[in-house]
């Protein structure tokens, strides 16, 4: 049973660019959250898709964006990149926004230079 | 002020040993506990998942929340290598479990054989 796979592991992009981050949940799971980890920080929450709808929202800008696909799996937009957006993007799935049993993938780390 | 206050540490301790990791927070409303462990290069994987006081065992593992004290623990028994890592936790005020997480910024712990 694959568990939650991200795509790509590793990016680096500019200043000013745009980068899209890719997420499969793991089998069965409806819901997919999105995290932001700086180095030595704990991951900070960006948003929840359910039902192909955001639910929730973190404090990010507008910049971040996401959507969720009818088979569950979601999109990480980040427009007008900066140099604070260095960081590892986690996706995490869970059985419902319900279930405490919450899956994390493995990242993207996300290089701007 | 955080929310979530953990000791980044590092923490270094003998195989075997008893280890106590912690962390404070200051939002009243967090009503839901939770504790990951991060290898390196990988996404948190959940520990232990709690609600309101109380404790809560699995295996070697014991969770602690005191609510009054917006003070909560986790207990390692028995500790071995593979135990080193770097524990978060986390909490959310949410009514449902997983949503929003505030994470600590974690504690690295090495387990010397």
């Known amino acids: 049973d694959a568990g939650v796979t991200q795509s790509p592991t590793h990016l680096i992009k500019t200043r000013g660019q745009q980068v899209t981050l890719r997420c499969s949940p793991k089998?069965?799971?409806?819901?997919v959250s999105w995290y932001q980890q700086a180095l030595g920080q704990g991951p900070q929450f960006i948003f929840q898709?359910?039902?192909?709808?955001?639910?929730q929202r973190g404090n990010f800008p507008d910049r971040f964006s996401g959507h969720q696909f009818p088979n569950y799996s979601s999109e990480l937009n980040v427009n007008a990149l900066l140099l604070g957006d260095s960081a590892l993007y986690l996706c995490?799935?869970?059985?419902?926004?319900?279930?405490?049993?919450?899956?994390f993938g493995s990242g993207t780390q996300l290089s701007v230079l | 002020q955080k929310e979530v206050e953990q000791d980044p540490g590092p923490l270094s301790v003998p195989e075997g040993a008893i280890v106590s990791l912690n962390c404070t927070y200051s939002?009243?409303?967090?009503?839901?506990f939770m504790w990951y462990r991060q290898y390196s290069r990988k996404g948190p994987e959940l520990l232990m998942y709690?609600?309101?006081?109380g404790n809560k065992e699995d295996g070697r593992f014991t969770a602690q929340v005191d609510k009054s004290s917006k003070y909560i623990s986790l207990f390692i028994r028995d500790s071995q290598p593979s135990d080193s890592a770097t524990y978060l936790c986390?909490?959310?005020?949410?009514?449902?479990?997983?949503?929003?997480?505030?994470f600590g910024t974690g504690t690295r712990l090495t387990i010397i054989p």
């Open positions: 995490a799935s869970s059985f419902t926004p319900t279930n405490e049993k919450l899956f």
């Open positions: 089998s069965g799971h409806d819901t």
């Open positions: 898709y359910y039902e192909e709808e955001e639910r």
């Open positions: 939002n009243s409303a967090f009503q839901y």
């Open positions: 709690t609600y309101s006081s």
């Open positions: 986390a909490m959310t005020g949410s009514n449902f479990g997983n949503e929003k997480l505030t």
